[in-house]
């Protein structure tokens, strides 16, 4: 199982970006997968979780009512729609596999691929 992050690129801030996540060697269907970021000098962060139960869907605070997580079953990709960018999401943004079917804080990430860079500057 392999998921691969794309879409990123450089955005002003209040723009908006949609990140695509490819699922291969298993139907995207049953997998829990979550969005975690990681900034220049900093940890890792978990940012968005869809379950792979019920649909639910998981974000951490700071992007609450502006990112978007959602499953494309026919195209077998994740996507994390990014509205209302600011400077502090400047990051690389990885998908994977979350460990526990759904539910929030993300109890761990695996399976992931490359990142993409989004970059958010005037």
């Known amino acids: 199982v392999q998921l691969q992050a794309s879409g990123g690129g450089l955005v002003q801030p209040g723009g908006s970006l949609r990140l695509s996540c490819s699922v291969s060697?298993?139907?995207?269907?049953?997998?829990?997968v979550g969005w975690f970021r990681q900034a220049p000098g900093k940890g890792r962060e978990g940012v968005s979780c869809?379950?792979?139960?019920?649909?639910?869907?998981y974000y951490t605070d700071s992007v609450k009512g502006r990112f978007t997580i959602a499953r494309d079953n026919r195209n077998q990709i994740i996507t994390l729609q990014m509205n209302n960018l600011q400077p502090d999401d400047t990051a690389v943004y990885y998908c994977?596999?979350?460990?526990?079917?759904?539910?929030?804080?993300?109890?761990?990430?695996?399976?992931w691929g490359q990142g993409t860079l989004v970059t958010v500057s005037s």
């Open positions: 994977a596999e979350e460990a526990r079917p759904g539910g929030w804080p993300p109890v761990g990430f695996f399976n």
């Open positions: 869809i379950s792979s139960t019920d649909g639910s869907t």
């Open positions: 060697g298993i139907s995207s269907d049953y997998l829990a």
